[in-house]
């Protein structure tokens, strides 16, 4: 019995769980040597110049996470750029500045109760910028 309702556990957690997949690319990474011998590592990001060990995020509409090391500018896209979604069974993903919202897809106003949401804002059309 035990075995059974740890299965049934595990089945509600799949069902209400929303699956959402991140879209990750490599920056640009200069290494370079000062004329008095000091190695500076730097990473560009659209024409911007990033040290080596910070990160950084950006607002809607890019929603994008990136990190500079000395050996790799990474940057991840988060929420709803973060490609696929693929929202609870009944319900349909709205793009919240950089959030996931899910809504109930009789009821747009009415949310899934995967999601917490902390303003009153109008839900806005989710668009997804990968395919």
Not at 15 to 35: D, H, L, N, P, R
Not at 52 to 76: A, H, I, V
Request: aromatic share 10%; proline share 4%.
């Amino acid at each position: 019995m035990l075995c059974h309702n740890f299965l049934f556990f595990i089945l509600l957690i799949i069902i209400f769980t929303a699956c959402v997949t991140s879209e990750c690319f490599q920056g640009q990474v200069i290494a370079q040597t000062t004329k008095y011998g000091t190695a500076d590592t730097q990473c560009t990001f659209r024409s911007m110049k990033v040290l080596s060990g910070s990160s950084f995020k950006l607002p809607f509409p890019d929603c994008l996470e990136c990190k500079c090391t000395k050996t790799s500018m990474t940057c991840c896209e988060f929420g709803f750029a973060s490609g696929k979604v693929v929202p609870p069974t009944g319900c349909v993903a709205h793009n919240d500045a950089c959030k996931l919202v899910f809504v109930k897809e009789t009821n747009s106003s009415e949310l899934c109760k995967t999601t917490k949401r902390t303003d009153k804002s109008k839900n806005k059309p989710f668009t997804s910028r990968r395919s």
